[in-house]
């Protein structure tokens, strides 16, 4: 058999004009730079494993295993890169290099043919993610109408692909000041929660809004969050349970909140900006996330399936993939969408996490 020849120079492999013809008009491999091709290190290695390309260095020729390792020397992360490139290459896609590692079309489309379908961004089950890198992978994709997949690779090289995507949820709520005309009243602050003492105000809060949970027939306890809400909002009052007469400033009572819950604040922002989008968010404790969000809440004895859960996380945030990963199944095992939410005081972005089959 007659190999292509490819000769390694620092982190691309650079072969002839017949490679042009033979790999990049047939197969659409590497970049073509006039009579030569140029390939990365990874599609080099495939079309080794191949038998497509022979690569040299030093005048000689490198056996897959010497080549995968001094690739492995000269680009970091070359093995799991190299795992995700085979596998959609075996599975009938054509792959090129991107700024999210790949970009990936869609099967039956070519370059030249159809635009890329995916940015690929592959990662380590060990490596922790962070947000600022998910956000700038994500961007990339978005500015170019692409859909970000994130491929993780475990320790047994098995692959899990994961569609990640910005939303913007809403809901059918009524705005807060139609749905609770002329609702006002006095509540107490206790240990780690707030009641609610009138009774028509406590079922108007819960049956309009479901808001808290009844205490018994008559009253209603609020969680901090929702109470800091109503507060904020004008619909209720708090007051210390230390008797002091005045209420509660909404900073008096968020850095009290902010004692018992040191999340309070990060948790807040993004459970107001989900009730000002017509979203009703309550606690999503049983399914390790902070919120279960309704999108059509019609009443309590009717209610509907929650679409969302929703993690508040803050601009810093690292994701730890195994985490990640139990997150995500947990959603999918309810029929519920994995979304995370980021508030930077101003805007709350929201980004959905799913598994996607490729």
Known sequence: MTFLIGILVNDRIKAGKQAVNELYNVGYYGRPKGDTLELTLIEAAYLHYKKKLEIHMDDRSLSFKEFFTEASKRQQYFDIKYIVYKDLRERGFYVQPSVTDFRVYPRGGHPGKTPAKFFVHVISERIPLSLRELRMSLEAAHNVHKTMVLAIVDEESDITFYEIGKVEPAGDMRPLEESLQDISGSSTFLED?????????????????????????????????????????????VADMSGTS???????????????????????????????????????????????????????????????????????YEFTLPVMSRAVRLANSVRKRMIYAVHDNVHCAYIDIGRIKM
Do not use: C
């Open 193 to 237: 929660r707030v009641v609610v003492w009138d009774s028509d105000i406590s079922h108007s809060l819960h049956a309009e809004g479901f808001y808290g949970q009844p205490l018994d027939a008559d009253r209603l306890q609020l969680s901090l969050v929702e109470s800091g809400y109503l507060l904020k909002k004008g619909v209720l009052e």
């Open 246 to 316: 005045s209420a509660l400033a909404f900073d008096d009572f968020a850095a009290k909140a902010s004692v018992i819950e040191s999340e309070f604040m990060l948790k807040y922002m993004v459970y107001e900006n989900l009730r000002d989008r017509g979203l009703v968010p309550k606690t999503g404790f049983k399914f390790g996330s902070h919120f279960r969000v309704y999108q059509n809440f019609k009443s309590v004895d009717k209610l509907p399936h929650s679409e969302y859960l929703v993690h508040s996380i803050a601009e810093d």
